[in-house]
């Protein structure tokens, strides 16, 4: 898609395309509103900026379209293949690591009563987990915030990779 198409659809289905970076209506409905773009890089800059703005409670909402990190996603949506994509470096064949993943998640839930998300895209699933197990040592507040940073890269990743 090119940055002209974005601008000239219609509100839904505008909406609709940008969605599935991330389900945060406030944050839906900026990009849209805001449109048009004269470049990807300016909706980019947009999209980061309006993702310093969410609250603890719309990247909580957030998460629940997420899946767990080394968990495949099913389902068809484009929710579903961004993550498949993002995730393609954890390998579900090193059983030792995928334990190891599931542990670590299972604690981080229990810490933080949230999933754990990490930009998933372009890093191995070593640093994936060594980024979790640091992750577990941080207080509550200091974890939201790394949290929603690390949600707002991962949308802003799956937005500029709508376009060509």
Same mark, same amino acid.
């Not at 389900?23 to 805001?34: E, K, R, T």
């Not at 980019?44 to 990190?69: K, N, Y």
């Not at 507040?141 to 949600?151: D, N, R």
């Given at each position: ?9 219609? &509100?839904?289905? /505008?909406? =609709?395309t940008? %969605? ?7 944050? +839906? @409905? !900026?990009?849209? $509103? ?7 890089? &300016?909706?980019s /800059?947009? =999209?980061?900026? %309006? ?6 409670a719309? +990247? @909580? !909402?957030?998460? $629940? ?12 949506? =484009? ?10 470096? +954890?390998?579900?064949?090193? $059983? ?29 699933a ?21 949290t ?15 376009f060509?």
């Amino acid at each position: 898609m090119q940055i002209e198409d974005f601008n000239t659809m219609s &509100e839904a289905a /505008a909406s =609709a395309t940008v %969605r599935p970076c991330a389900a945060i209506d406030s944050w +839906v @409905q !900026a990009l849209v $509103a805001g449109r048009p773009y004269a470049s990807v890089a &300016e909706l980019s /800059a947009c =999209a980061t900026a %309006r993702a310093a703005t969410w609250t603890g409670a719309e +990247v @909580q !909402a957030a998460l $629940a379209d997420h899946p767990r990190i080394g968990e495949r996603p099913s389902g068809d949506g =484009a929710s579903a293949a961004m993550s498949r994509r993002e995730q393609s470096t +954890v390998d579900g064949d090193d $059983a030792d690591l995928a334990r190891r993943l599931a542990e670590g998640n299972r604690r981080y839930e229990e810490t933080f009563d949230r999933i754990y998300l990490v930009r998933a895209a372009g890093r191995s699933a070593e640093d994936i987990l060594a980024l979790l197990e640091e992750r577990l040592t941080h207080d509550p507040e200091t974890e939201l915030a790394v949290t929603a940073g690390q949600l707002a890269e991962v949308a802003v990743l799956r937005l500029e990779g709508l376009f060509t």
